[in-house]
């Protein structure tokens, strides 16, 4: 599986960003999808994940009420709508996939695709 990510930035706070990331390849419509974020000098954290029929969502608490993850099942394509983003939004955001909604954590993640920086000014 292949995951090719996009649409990171330079914005200010308070503004609004969307990051893409399209999965291909031998039965990449069958992994549960997600972002992680990573800030220098801090570990991968968990941001949003989504199932693989687009139903089963779940947010990180940092995260919750600003940004959504959502899926496109015709094209395997996973967004992550990022609302009143603030600076400590910045970081280096990482799409990935996982065999189950229960295996979206760092450790256990399958395919993990390149990383695209979200910086947030204030």
């Known amino acids: 599986v292949q995951l090719q990510a996009s649409g990171g930035g330079l914005v200010q706070a308070g503004d609004s960003l969307r990051l893409s990331c399209t999965a291909s390849?031998?039965?990449?419509?069958?992994?549960?999808m997600g972002w992680f974020r990573q800030a220098p000098e801090n570990e991968r954290l968990f941001v949003a994940a989504?199932?693989?029929?687009?139903?089963?969502?779940v947010h990180g608490d940092s995260v919750q009420g600003r940004f959504t993850i959502s899926k496109n099942k015709a094209n395997n394509t996973v967004y992550l709508e990022m609302n009143s983003l603030k600076t400590e939004d910045t970081a280096v955001y990482y799409c990935?996939?996982?065999?189950?909604?229960?295996?979206?954590?760092?450790?256990?993640?399958?395919?993990w695709g390149q990383g695209t920086q979200v910086t947030v000014s204030s």
């Open positions: 990935a996939a996982a065999q189950t909604m229960t295996d979206m954590t760092a450790r256990r993640i399958s395919y």
């Open positions: 390849g031998r039965s990449a419509s069958n992994y549960a």
């Open positions: 989504i199932g693989w029929a687009g139903v089963s969502k």
